[in-house]
């Protein structure tokens, strides 16, 4: 049977991809930022995960004003890096997982969510920067990645109710598959940062401790928080934030919390980082 047996949450910066290509990771402003992810990047290689359910959001890269899907899931073969207009990213391409992709939009849709299949996509920082922050740079990706996009970028985003029952659903249907797979969901994104406007730079620290908090203790009660209050507390950028929820659904309602780090900032970002461990 495959399982899910653990959560992980990160920020997917795209400088902090640039720092990592440009071999910046030592640099002063750079260094306590890859700190913080060293505990994951040993903890992950005993972990071995064989499959990654990645949560992420497309920042007009894959998608446009010409197409917005609110959940969409990669059911293909492979996931190149996306050029974000600077050329892509001089990391490996992402090998996908269709056995269980496929499995996982039947059983999800059956469950009245209706994703999006999507057979061939490129993928960008949202999904790109996790990978690295996690595994560094080697030749190839040490597991297969199911991408599995959400819209925060276009007006309404998915609620954080959605996003959060979205994940009760995936948890469903990796359940559900038949092969031994070690699984691990993550959510990306956030934590506060706004990248325009007159509050651009806007960070709140004390707010994106709470959300830690509630995420791992209160995910019910989180779960009902409005939009509003993601852009007024977090910023328009903080509501990346719902995909957390995707990921905290995923999981047990008691889960033990194996690494937490927060460090800002890193571009404009607060960036967060939390590992939860799901007790099967
Ligand atoms: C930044 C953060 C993001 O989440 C993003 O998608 C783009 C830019 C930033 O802080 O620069
Ligand atoms: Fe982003």
Redesign the pocket.
């Known amino acids: 049977m495959a399982r899910i047996t653990a959560g992980v949450a990160s ?5 902090i991809g640039v720092a990592v290509d440009l071999g910046k990771t030592e640099d002063e402003y750079w260094a306590p930022l890859f700190r913080g992810y060293e505990f994951t990047k040993q903890w992950i290689v005993e972990e071995k995960p064989d499959v990654v359910l990645l949560v992420y959001n497309d ?1 007009a890269s894959a998608f446009g004003l010409d197409m917005i899907p609110t959940f969409a899931i990669g059911c293909g073969e492979n996931f190149k890096p996306a050029d974000e207009g600077w050329g892509a990213r001089p990391v490996p391409e992402v090998q996908g997982c269709p056995d269980l992709a496929w499995h996982i939009m039947q059983s999800v849709i059956q469950d009245d969510f209706d994703l999006t299949v999507v057979n061939e996509m490129d993928v960008d ?2 999904l790109t920067v996790p990978l690295s922050l996690m595994f560094g740079q080697p030749e190839e990706w040490p597991c297969k990645v199911i991408p599995l996009a959400v819209n925060v970028v276009v007006y309404p985003p998915p609620s954080g109710q959605r996003c959060y029952n979205l994940g009760k659903a995936l948890r469903r249907a990796v359940d559900s598959f038949d092969e031994d797979f070690n699984v691990q969901i993550w959510g990306t ?1 956030g934590m506060s ?1 706004q ?1 325009q406007g007159p509050r651009a730079g806007l960070i709140n620290k004390k707010w994106d401790k709470e959300f830690f908090d509630r995420l791992v203790n209160e995910p019910d009660e989180l779960a009902a928080m409005p939009h509003i209050d993601y852009l007024r507390e977090a910023g328009s ?1 903080g509501v ?1 934030l719902v995909m957390w929820l995707v990921m905290r659904g995923a999981l047990n309602r008691d889960v033990k919390e194996l690494h937490r780090f927060y460090h800002v900032p ?4 607060a960036v967060g980082h939390l590992i939860l461990e799901n007790n099967l």
């Open positions: 920020s997917h910066v795209p400088a920042h920082h949202g994104g940062h990248l950028e990346e890193a571009s404009n970002t």
